[in-house]
């Protein structure tokens, strides 16, 4: 199966924002990394910079780094979020939270950071349509890759697989580039996020068929 692609806006250009989504068409979403200053040590969008976003012709894969998500997640689907995707330690009651967020009408995900193990979401994986992995710490873009993390993708790989019925896609953020991109995906990686590797590139259209290619020929 080809690789979905989800360019980070975190490395657009904020200033001609637009024009940076219109030179990524053709991926199959664009995501969103929501921070708060406080989960992570950043701070960035909120559900009107959303909104915005939704009206440019590409699926958001919002990607929720904030403290108790189940406080935002109707505005964030309300700003149209396709997948809401939210962090076991953020969130007490999670199984509730992945619940709500479909019952509002978005998809749900979860994502491990590089120090959560696979078994924080063992007991929700067969709730929701995204696995999200962490290859780097989240709050910054342009980290380094951390290929310790290609463990966790393949054990992550083996328990999506084991699920009976519909199974979540599973995703890997963080350091993703033409280089990385056959490590994480010979791992199970199926759908990549990839930040300043598009859009610090000239030539997105360029990067973007390199990120393709390399997911091709490993």
């Known amino acids: 199966m080809p690789v ?16 940076e ?8 979403y ?3 990394d929501v921070m ?3 989960y992570v040590p950043n701070i960035t969008f909120g559900p009107k910079i959303v909104r915005h976003l939704s009206t440019l012709g590409i699926p958001l894969d919002v990607h929720l780094m904030i ?9 964030f689907i309300g700003a149209g979020a396709h997948f809401l995707t939210v962090h076991p330690e953020a969130s007490v009651h999670l ?3 992945v619940t709500r967020i479909r019952e509002l009408g978005a998809r749900p995900g979860i994502a491990l950071n590089p120090s ?5 979401v063992e007991y929700v994986l067969a709730d929701v349509d995204l696995v999200l992995v962490m290859t780097v710490n989240p709050g910054f873009g342009g980290q380094r890759f951390i290929e310790g993390q290609l463990p966790k993708i393949r054990r992550l790989r083996a328990m999506i697989d084991a699920l009976p019925g519909p199974k979540p896609l599973l995703e890997v953020d963080g350091g993703i580039d033409p280089e990385t991109t056959p490590l994480v995906v010979d791992a199970g990686a199926e759908m990549l996020v990839a930040g300043n590797a598009i859009f610090g590139r ?13 997911a091709q020929g490993r």
Request: glycine share 4%; proline share 8%.
């Open 4 to 19: 979905i692609l989800s360019p980070s806006v975190l490395s657009a250009d904020f200033l001609r924002l637009a024009e």
């Open 21 to 28: 989504i219109h030179d990524v068409r053709g991926v199959e």
């Open 30 to 32: 664009l995501h969103v």
């Open 36 to 38: 708060d200053g406080r």
């Open 67 to 75: 403290e108790e998500p189940e406080r935002y997640i109707e505005d």
């Open 95 to 97: 199984h509730r939270t």
């Open 116 to 120: 959560t193990p696979p078994q924080a």
């Open 202 to 214: 000239p030539d997105r259209q360029e990067a973007i068929a390199a990120i393709r290619a390399a």
